[in-house]
């Protein structure tokens, strides 16, 4: 079955960066994209960019351009979401999601999510 | 950018009753437009994709419909598991773009 297995929680100070992993298994890791998905306490989604597994190229979304970086380790399917000059208003529960269908942005496959908190 | 605009951003319903969701986009999607339930604590689950197709697995009394800039979300039956926020979802090849969700509450 596949899963999506996330790194554990965080603690930075404002100006840090933090780098999120995300272990997938239970299917070819090639064949399909992963998004980053983040909920900042109370709030709604909010989508960060999304990454071919097979190819390495990213789309990110224009707020974080510049802040966030999407890579992808084929020899561990493990993805990464390196997010950096991180500020307190970056406090949230970030996912990996994979896509369900091939080509789409239709998010099947969920990670438990971790927790990044910027504090002070 | 697309924006998606959810209504309502709450509702109070009972059980056994209909509820309606609305998404509007800011321009044509086509059906480019998926449906999460998100309860306390957990990851959001996919409902529905491409506006009216149900996941398997998925309760029949949840349903999508609409297309181009329109969309409806529906529960035909409010069962107490169905408390829950919901959101759509637009994506196209460059990004993805979430309404700003539902809670849906007794």
């Known amino acids: 079955q596949v899963q999506m297995v996330q790194s554990g929680a965080e603690v930075r100070k404002p100006g840090a960066s933090v780098k999120v992993s995300c272990k997938a298994s239970g299917y070819t890791f090639f064949s399909y994209g992963i998004s980053w998905v983040r909920q900042a306490p109370g709030q709604g989604l909010e989508w960060l960019g999304w990454?071919?597994?097979?190819?390495?190229?990213?789309n990110y979304a224009q707020k974080f351009q510049g802040r966030v970086t999407m890579t992808t380790d084929t020899s561990t399917t493990t993805v990464y979401m390196e997010l950096r000059s991180l500020r307190p208003d970056d406090t949230a529960v970030y996912y990996c999601?994979?896509?369900?269908?091939?080509?789409?942005?239709?998010?099947?496959?969920w990670g438990q999510g971790t927790v990044v908190t910027v504090s002070s | 950018d697309i924006q998606m605009t959810q209504s309502p951003s709450s509702l109070s319903a009972s059980v056994g009753d209909r509820v309606t969701i609305t998404c509007q986009a800011s321009?044509?999607?086509?059906?480019?437009l998926n449906w999460y339930q998100q309860k306390p604590g957990e990851a959001p689950k996919l409902l529905i994709h491409d506006a009216s197709n149900l996941e398997t697995g998925v309760p029949s009394r949840f349903s999508g419909s609409g297309s181009g800039t329109d969309f409806t979300f529906t529960i035909s039956s409010l069962q107490p598991e169905d408390i829950a926020t919901y959101y759509c979802q637009h994506y196209d090849n460059l990004s993805v773009t979430f309404g700003g969700g539902t809670k849906v509450e007794f």
């Open positions: 999601a994979r896509e369900k269908y091939k080509f789409s942005g239709s998010l099947g496959y």
């Open positions: 321009q044509d999607i086509s059906d480019y």
């Open positions: 990454i071919s597994t097979y190819s390495g190229d990213t």
